[in-house]
Structure formats: structure tokens, C-alpha cells
């Protein structure tokens, strides 16, 4: 499964963006997919991430509340949508796919075969 990260830019704090993840090669539905985040200088760490059946996800506390995952398994597609962004958001943003993954690792890099390039967001304050 390759995966191609999108949609990323620069906008102003208290905005709104949606970036996506594509996925070619291989159906997406039997994916679980994870959406991490590394800003400069720090460590890669979860943002959230969306069932590959019945999509019910899980997002990490930062984020819960503006940040909201989707997928639409007929175009192979996972987004991310992002409200009152904050500068803390400012990272490059990945999204990853996992057929392994289950409920207590939805979290952990390690339960992902395959990774984005990412995309990055930039808030401004």
C-alpha cells in the first residue's frame, strides 16, 4: 500500500484546514489508518486514528474535540479535519495504514506497516 499525505499549508490560528491521505496499490478498507504529527524538534507522537471497520476512532487528548477523522473506503481515501487550530498544531503530519492493528495499539507507531511522506501544517498566531 503506498500512501500520499496532502493538503497541507499555512493558515492563521483559530482556522480550519482538512489535509488527506490517498492510498493506491491496494483496497483501504482493511486498513486501520493512524494520523501522526512530529514538530520541529520533537519526537513523532499520535494524533488519532480510524477503525477499518465501522470507523469509530480515537484521537489523542490535545486534539479531541477539534480534531475529527473520516474515511470514504470508495476512494481509498482517510481524512483529517482540523478546527481552531492552534499554534501548537504547527507539524508535519503523516498518515499510516495497519491491517494488524487493534484497539489497545491504535496508538503506537509500531502497530503501522505502512507510512506516508507527510504533510506540513504551519499555524500561525
Known amino acids: 500500500v503506498q500512501l500520499q499525505a496532502s493538503g497541507g499549508g499555512l493558515v492563521q490560528a483559530g482556522d480550519s484546514l482538512s489535509i488527506s491521505c490517498a492510498a493506491s496499490?491496494?483496497?483501504?478498507?482493511?486498513?486501520?489508518v493512524g494520523w501522526f504529527r512530529q514538530a520541529p524538534g520533537e519526537e513523532r507522537e499520535f494524533v488519532g486514528s480510524i477503525k477499518r471497520s465501522g470507523g469509530s476512532t480515537i484521537y489523542t487528548d490535545s486534539v479531541k474535540g477539534r480534531f475529527t477523522i473520516s474515511r470514504d473506503n470508495t476512494k481509498n481515501t482517510v481524512y483529517l479535519q482540523m478546527n481552531s487550530l492552534k499554534p501548537e498544531d504547527t507539524a508535519v503530519y503523516y498518515c499510516a495504514a495497519g491491517s494488524g492493528v487493534i484497539t489497545s495499539n491504535m496508538n503506537r507507531q509500531s502497530a503501522y506497516n505502512y507510512w506516508g511522506q507527510g504533510t506540513l501544517v504551519t499555524v500561525s498566531s
Open positions: 496499490g491496494r483496497s483501504f478498507s482493511g486498513y486501520t
